[in-house]
């Protein structure tokens, strides 16, 4: 039994549960007796592009040796602070924005400087209750249900998943299914999903992915429609023994020539449609005959409340903060366009990083930068190394922005994404 010390709290840790590229997660205990999974995240180098992640999040080329914030791990915190509702100053008390996801209990820095996430520890996860045979099919229509009815809340606040699997469905003692594992997520910005630009790139777990995303095409969030099809699928009728993309769509379309036309079989031939634009929503697949006997819950909307937050401050500022206001937008613009980044949401989201912490950095003018680069993080496709940043803005140092992105991270009581 080890102590592990967090910023002035005891866990005891009593095993290993798993191990990844990302770090460790462990079975900790405090002091009162509670007992949480510990998720503690390694620091990584700098250099990240989405489309070298595979299904860890974590990337193996051009490695550099300046100690950052993982991608991965700042999606997948980001997301489920946004999706918890969590406060730093009080992490138990709120209760998490939809009931199927996973939530954080709390979450620090050990004294290493890694990241330590705390989460409800669950008795099992899909793929072990499958094998296991242990749902009554009544079981598995709830499942079924609440699955689709938590992708549907992603969704409309334009996360995308990335990895539906099995194994990232956590099931407690009363077989009550939770999504988790967030760091391959992405959120993809209002005016991004209503102009129909989607991202490309490396994501998924080989068996659950979607026709377009082996294929290297454009995807959109029904990739992760079929992903939850393929766990439907192995849910009611067994998991399926395939490893390879190709083997995989055609014995998945061996099962479904086999499968009969009654509703549940229909729905989930509708998830796994081949064209993207022809499968079945979640929502619409909520509303079948099926699940009529299941409460329908209404969805919050979680993005977006800084934004117009910050555009209320700056519509009621001073004509001589107006004029600073002009002058830093103009330089983030030009910093943005010298980078190649593509996406104007970064703009937004470094904007904002800025506005909140503008009077501690005043006249630090690599803030700007910093504020960017942090903000490319969460919302580029593809990353510059610390060196090609150093080769376009000559003034940036790298040292001070891994201090500056760990701040800003705690200012934003760890949730990035606006």
Same mark, same amino acid.
């Given at each position: 039994?080890t102590?592990?010390?967090?910023?002035g709290?005891n866990?005891?840790?009593?095993?290993?549960?798993?191990e990844?590229s990302?770090?460790?997660?462990?079975?900790?205990?405090n002091?009162?007796?509670?007992?949480?999974?510990m998720?503690?995240?390694k620091?990584?180098?700098?250099?990240?592009?989405?489309?070298?992640l595979d299904?860890?999040?974590?990337?193996n080329?051009n490695?550099?040796?300046?100690?950052t914030?993982?991608?991965g791990?700042?999606?997948?915190i980001?997301?489920?602070?946004?999706?918890?509702?969590?406060s730093?100053?009080t992490?138990t008390?709120?209760?998490?924005l939809?009931?199927?996801?996973?939530?954080?209990?709390d979450?620090?820095f050990?004294?290493?400087?890694e990241?330590?996430?705390?989460?409800?520890?669950m008795?099992?996860?899909l793929?072990?209750a499958?094998?296991?045979?242990?749902l009554?099919v009544?079981c598995?229509?709830?499942?079924?249900?609440?699955?689709l009815?938590?992708?549907?809340?992603l969704?409309?606040?334009?996360?995308?998943?990335r990895?539906i699997?099995?194994d990232?469905?956590?099931?407690?003692?009363?077989m009550r299914?939770?999504?988790?594992d967030?760091?391959?997520?992405?959120?993809?910005g209002?005016n991004?999903v209503?102009t129909?630009?989607?991202h490309?790139?490396?994501?998924?777990?080989?068996?659950? !992915?979607?026709?377009?995303?082996? =294929?290297?095409k #454009?995807? *959109?969030k $029904?990739?992760?429609v079929?992903?939850?099809?393929? /766990? %439907?699928?192995?849910?009611?009728n067994?998991?399926l023994k395939?490893?390879?993309d190709?083997k995989a769509?055609?014995?998945?379309?061996g099962?479904l020539?086999k499968?009969s036309?009654?509703?549940?079989p229909l729905?989930?031939?509708?998830m796994?449609?081949p064209?993207?634009?022809?499968?079945?929503t979640c929502e619409?697949?909520m509303n079948?005959?099926?699940?009529?006997?299941?409460?329908?819950?209404p969805?919050?909307k979680v993005?977006? !409340?800084?934004?117009?937050?910050? =555009?209320?401050r #700056?519509? *009621?500022? $001073?004509?001589k903060d107006?004029?600073?206001c002009? /002058? %830093?937008?103009?330089?983030i613009h030009?910093?943005w366009?010298?980078?190649g980044?593509?996406?104007?949401i970064?703009?937004?989201?470094?904007?904002?990083?800025y506005d909140r912490?503008?009077?501690?950095k005043?006249?630090?003018?690599n803030?700007?930068?910093?504020c960017?680069i942090l903000a490319?993080?969460l919302?580029?496709?593809?990353?510059?190394?610390f060196s090609t940043v150093?080769?376009?803005?000559?003034?940036f140092?790298?040292?001070q922005y891994?201090k500056?992105?760990?701040?800003?991270?705690?200012?934003f009581?760890?949730?990035?994404?606006i």
């Amino acid at each position: 039994m080890t102590e592990i010390s967090v910023l002035g709290n005891n866990y005891y840790k009593t095993n290993v549960l798993g191990e990844g590229s990302f770090g460790s997660v462990v079975t900790v205990y405090n002091d009162d007796g509670d007992t949480f999974a510990m998720k503690i995240f390694k620091k990584e180098s700098d250099d990240y592009d989405d489309s070298d992640l595979d299904s860890t999040g974590s990337s193996n080329e051009n490695k550099e040796d300046v100690p950052t914030l993982d991608v991965g791990t700042l999606r997948e915190i980001s997301i489920l602070s946004m999706c918890s509702s969590f406060s730093s100053s009080t992490p138990t008390e709120k209760p998490p924005l939809h009931t199927n996801l996973i939530t954080m209990s709390d979450i620090t820095f050990n004294q290493e400087g890694e990241i330590c996430m705390l989460m409800p520890k669950m008795s099992l996860d899909l793929y072990d209750a499958i094998k296991k045979d242990l749902l009554s099919v009544r079981c598995k229509v709830n499942i079924a249900y609440r699955l689709l009815s938590v992708l549907d809340f992603l969704h409309k606040n334009d996360i995308i998943h990335r990895d539906i699997k099995t194994d990232n469905i956590l099931l407690n003692d009363d077989m009550r299914p939770f999504i988790a594992d967030f760091s391959l997520a992405k959120v993809f910005g209002n005016n991004e999903v209503e102009t129909g630009h989607t991202h490309t790139g490396e994501m998924g777990t080989q068996v659950y !992915k979607a026709p377009e995303v082996i =294929k290297k095409k #454009r995807y *959109n969030k $029904s990739c992760d429609v079929y992903s939850l099809g393929v /766990v %439907f699928l192995e849910l009611f009728n067994g998991l399926l023994k395939v490893d390879n993309d190709t083997k995989a769509q055609d014995f998945i379309n061996g099962i479904l020539s086999k499968l009969s036309d009654n509703a549940l079989p229909l729905m989930i031939k509708s998830m796994l449609n081949p064209d993207k634009e022809k499968r079945i929503t979640c929502e619409d697949a909520m509303n079948l005959p099926i699940f009529s006997l299941f409460k329908k819950r209404p969805t919050e909307k979680v993005l977006n !409340k800084q934004v117009n937050s910050v =555009k209320y401050r #700056r519509a *009621n500022l $001073s004509k001589k903060d107006k004029k600073k206001c002009k /002058v %830093f937008k103009d330089d983030i613009h030009r910093k943005w366009s010298l980078l190649g980044y593509r996406n104007p949401i970064t703009k937004d989201a470094a904007r904002i990083y800025y506005d909140r912490m503008s009077d501690s950095k005043q006249g630090d003018e690599n803030f700007y930068l910093h504020c960017l680069i942090l903000a490319a993080k969460l919302y580029e496709t593809e990353l510059l190394s610390f060196s090609t940043v150093k080769e376009n803005i000559k003034s940036f140092d790298p040292d001070q922005y891994v201090k500056d992105e760990v701040e800003i991270f705690k200012c934003f009581d760890y949730c990035l994404f606006i």
